[in-house]
Structures are given as structure tokens and as C-alpha cells.
């Protein structure tokens, strides 16, 4: 091939290339932007008190409870105990320490109370 023609041919090569990879950018960005849109406004959930006005825990709804144990399905399985007893500070494994002896007291009470309770709830929606 005369090395003219090579010269456009590598030119024609390029220019599709930039086109197609400028295209892929563009279809990308696309993709992020649909992706960021959100249906309708929505006001970000705001986060539950901790403690009423007298003091007092605030009492979550049973959607709470199910959304905070659905997100914990199984999460010990994401973890190494010799890495977190490596990398923990003291006071972060004393509170979950404190959190974990908490949770089995509260367990034990549900179990409790489920135990106690004539009849259990049916499915409901959320």
C-alpha cells in the first residue's frame, strides 16, 4: 500500500477510534446521570431521636427494627475475628461488646414475650 494511502487509513483509524471512545464517554455519562435521577421528590428519611423530651429512649416502629436486622443478615460472615482483634481499637471493641450483651438481653426478652403472647401477628405490609 503507498504510504499516502496508509497515512489516511491510519488517520480514519484514529478519527473512528476518538469517535467511538468519545461516544462510550458520553453513553456513560448518560448512564450515571439516569442513575442520580430520582422518581419524584423524595425528602431524605430523617434519622430517629435518640431520647424523648423527658429523657426517655424514643420507641422505634416495628419498620425500623426490620430494616436494622435485615441489613445485619449474616454479617458475621464478612468478617475476620483475627483481623478486627488486630485492628480494633479498645474502646471500639468494648462497644460492641456493650452492643452484643445488650442485643442477647433483648433477645431473650422477645423470646420471652413471644412466648407469652397467645397469637402471633400475620405477614403486613411495610
Known sequence: ?????????DADITARERR?????ARAEAAV???KSIKKGKRTPPRSLPLVTDDGQPVRYPLRAFIQTWGELTNWWTH??????????????????LTTT???VRFA??????REGAAERPRLRAL
Open 1 to 9: 500500500m503507498h504510504p499516502i494511502y496508509q497515512a489516511i487509513r
Open 20 to 24: 467511538e471512545a468519545e461516544m462510550h
Open 32 to 34: 450515571a446521570r439516569a
Open 79 to 96: 468478617y475476620d475475628a483475627d483481623t478486627l482483634a488486630a485492628e480494633l481499637t479498645d474502646e471500639q471493641f468494648e462497644n460492641y
Open 108 to 113: 431473650d426478652a422477645l423470646r420471652a414475650a
Open 101 to 103: 450483651e445488650g442485643t
